[in-house]
Nanobody
Framework: QVQLVESGGGLVQPGGSLRLSCAAS????????MGWYRQAPGQQREVIAL???????NYADSVKGRFSISRDSAKSTVFLQMNTLKPDDTAVYYC??????????WGQGTLVTVSS
C-alpha cells in the first residue's frame, strides 16, 4: 500500500525557516523523481521543487534561492528546507512523484503558516 506522510509544518514568522519531511512507503522510491507541491487557500496545487533519482533539482521561480529539496533514498524520504519564508508561502505542502503527473494518492499534507 502506497503511503506518503508529510511532516514538519507549523507557524513561523516572516523570515523564518522550516524543514519539511515526506516519508514514502510502498513505492520504489529510488527510481522516482520526487517533488514538493503546495496548495494555498483558494488556489490550485502547484509543484514548487523537484529532485531526480540522481539528485538533480529544479525549482519554481517563487521559491528559487530560498528553498532546497533533498532526498535520502535509503530512508525513502524527501526533504524541503525552507528559508526566508514569506506570508505568500502559507499553504498546505505535499509530496508526490514529479516530472509528470503525480502517480500516487496524496497524503494529508503539512500546513505551513507564515505570519507575524
Amino acid at each position: 500500500q502506497v503511503q506518503l506522510v508529510e511532516s514538519g509544518g507549523g507557524l513561523v514568522q516572516p523570515g523564518g525557516s522550516l524543514r519539511l519531511s515526506c516519508a514514502a512507503s510502498g513505492i520504489r522510491f529510488s527510481i522516482n523523481a520526487m517533488g514538493w507541491y503546495r496548495q494555498a487557500p483558494g488556489q490550485q496545487r502547484e509543484v514548487i521543487a523537484l529532485i531526480t533519482p540522481n539528485g538533480g533539482t529544479n525549482y519554481a521561480d517563487s521559491v528559487k534561492g530560498r528553498f532546497s529539496i533533498s532526498r535520502d533514498s535509503a530512508k525513502s524520504t524527501v526533504f524541503l528546507q525552507m528559508n526566508t519564508l514569506k506570508p505568500d508561502d502559507t499553504a498546505v505542502y505535499y509530496c508526490n512523484t514529479a516530472g509528470g503527473s503525480p502517480r500516487f494518492p496524496w497524503g494529508q499534507g503539512t500546513l505551513v503558516t507564515v505570519s507575524s
